[in-house]
């Protein structure tokens, strides 16, 4: 089948029915809108002819970041479905949302607020190293130092998304005056001495707006500062943080067990078993998702040390089932596949970034054993 054949028929396919898995947690209206925005546009936000900030925007008019948890995993995952760079981009966006929103009020984090909820500015989470300083005591690459009564900010934050202006970036900083001690700020994108290096071309995430970020001398106003203990922000945010990241590795793991199974041959028997054994574990990571986020939503509390192995865990399987998930599409499909451009082809891209998304598998797997 020529490729074009090939998106063509997986946009078709993408306008499905609500997975049995997710009944009741998107409304109707509002998955349909999904399907029919992001499936169509795969493949150009895969090649850059398209942008995702279009689908915060789309998103921001359904409402999907004014929802509550249990409804954003169950969004993310449909976009996830269709485009793994999407909801990619609506989590790191969904997440500046919740770190304004559990982050100390003013009147500058209430207005970039508005800005998110609407889709006129994207959220850029820049929390990798602050969530990984938190669970293995990884040092954190930006510092904050005291001159003339206010903050400046030095460093170079490796990694970020959404990174197009406008944006608004939250990260952590470690307090030079203060061993042991680290803050999180958000910085508007046109804060002077902010400066966003050069997007390199990256499988599958080239849409992304993700690069580094460089600060040198960034004054932080007090209202900029979201919270002066770093430990406890992340402990209040890590359940968001999580389950929204395993939202998306479960819509890409179900799109690619839906299309193993749709291209089973005659000499596909021997993938069947394989296949019913990955399908029954989406069923117990999308039923744990869903409890999980439940409890979170209605949660006043940090995790306590066996919840969060619980986060921990799911999320480091959801990203196992993606990968093994988008192996058996590819035995299925076979060499046709291995074509660039073909939906598959871009699941394998997409399944290869999970393992270096923070949390990494490594971090989270030291994290577990470590716990023991």
Do not use: K
């Amino acid at each position: 089948m020529p490729v074009s054949d090939a998106t063509a028929v997986e946009a078709a396919a993408g306008r499905r029915e609500e997975s049995r898995r997710w009944a009741g947690s998107v409304p109707d209206s509002v998955a349909r809108a999904i399907d029919a925005f992001f499936g169509p546009r795969a493949a150009d936000v895969d090649t850059g002819r398209a942008s995702v900030r279009d689908g915060i925007a789309v998103l921001a008019r359904l409402g999907a970041f004014e929802a509550d948890l249990p409804t954003t995993v169950a969004i993310v995952a449909r976009v996830a479905h269709h485009d793994l760079a999407s909801a990619f981009s609506a989590w790191a966006h969904r997440m500046v949302v919740e770190y304004l929103g559990v982050g100390r009020p003013s009147a500058a984090a209430q207005g970039w607020l508005a800005d998110l909820r609407g889709g006129r500015r994207l959220g850029a989470t820049a929390m990798a190293a602050g969530t990984a300083h938190v669970l293995a005591g990884t040092p954190l690459p930006v510092t904050a130092r005291r001159v003339d009564g206010h903050l400046e900010l030095g460093g170079r934050v490796p990694w970020a998304s959404n990174l197009l202006p406008p944006f608004v970036v939250v990260t952590a900083a470690a307090l030079t005056d203060d061993p042991g001690r680290a803050l999180v700020v958000a910085l508007p994108d046109a804060a002077p001495g902010l400066r966003v290096e050069p997007y390199p071309d990256l499988l599958a995430l080239g849409s992304t707006g993700s690069s580094s970020i460089v600060l040198e001398g960034v004054a932080v106003a007090d209202d900029q500062i979201l919270a002066a203990e770093l430990g406890a922000f992340v402990e209040r945010i890590l359940a968001p943080f999580l389950l929204v990241q395993t939202a998306f590795c479960l819509g890409l793991a179900e799109r690619a067990l839906e299309e193993a199974t749709a291209h089973l041959g005659p000499l596909g028997a021997p993938l069947r078993s394989e296949l019913e054994r990955a399908d029954a574990e989406a069923d117990r990571l999308v039923g744990e998702l869903l409890a999980q986020a439940r409890a979170a939503e209605v949660g006043t509390t940090a995790p306590d040390p066996v919840h969060r192995r619980a986060l921990l865990a799911l999320r480091l399987d959801a990203a196992r089932l993606a990968g093994e998930a988008v192996r058996l599409e590819l035995a299925a499909v076979g060499g046709r596949a291995f074509v660039r451009g073909h939906p598959t082809e871009r699941r394998l891209r997409e399944a290869a970034f999970l393992p270096i998304q923070s949390p990494t598998e490594v971090l989270l797997r030291w994290a577990l054993a470590s716990s023991r």
